[in-house]
């Protein structure tokens, strides 16, 4: 089976690549289908910013295939950067700016609590989108530790853990992530359809 995978993101592609490498399911890259448009995410939700990707990419380009939003939710910001994790420092700055201000607003904290969380929307044909929904609980620590992962990687260490996302290899975060979490779902959907 092809799927087009809705992302801009590298690291996402490849995560989501190693997650499904030995179940048949083959994985197209936008790249791969000449899509090289900046979709709006408009939307307030995960939910509906991974539908507005993933209807885009069968609209216009007419293939099967799923997106994944994903937030960064800390319980002392009141849950924020959640949706707006991409943005957080402000449009056109790296994830390096976005860490800088997470441990920079979350200075002096002591409940340091978050989750990840990671919504999939899947089209295939002409039916009705399918949700997925992975999860992960942890919490942000004071310093950025780890080379490997991407974006917030470096400061979310996850419960039961030492190590932050970002000092695990591909294979250990993809085991208990929310990516993870949420691709089993859309693997096991796929696998019976
Ligand atoms: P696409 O929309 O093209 O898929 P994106 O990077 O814009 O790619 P999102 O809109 O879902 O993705 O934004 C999520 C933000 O959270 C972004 O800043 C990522 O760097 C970060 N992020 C997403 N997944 C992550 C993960 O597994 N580990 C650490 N940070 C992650």
Redesign the pocket.
Known sequence: KQIVFA???AH?LR?VREILDDTGIEVLSLDEISCNDDIP?TADTLEG?ALI?AKWVKQHYGYDCF??????EVEALGGAPGVY??RYAGPGHD?VA?VALLLANMDGMNDRKAC?RTVIALIIGDEEPMLFNGIVEGCITHECHGES?????PV?RPDGEKRT?AQMKEEEKNAI???GRAVKKLAAYLAQV
């Not at 997106?67 to 960064?72: H, N, S």
């Open positions: 992302t801009n993101n996402k995560e995410e910013n990707k997106a994944d939003d994903t937030g960064l994790s991409a994830s976005n990840f992962g991407f974006g917030y990687d979310f996302f992530s929310h990516r």
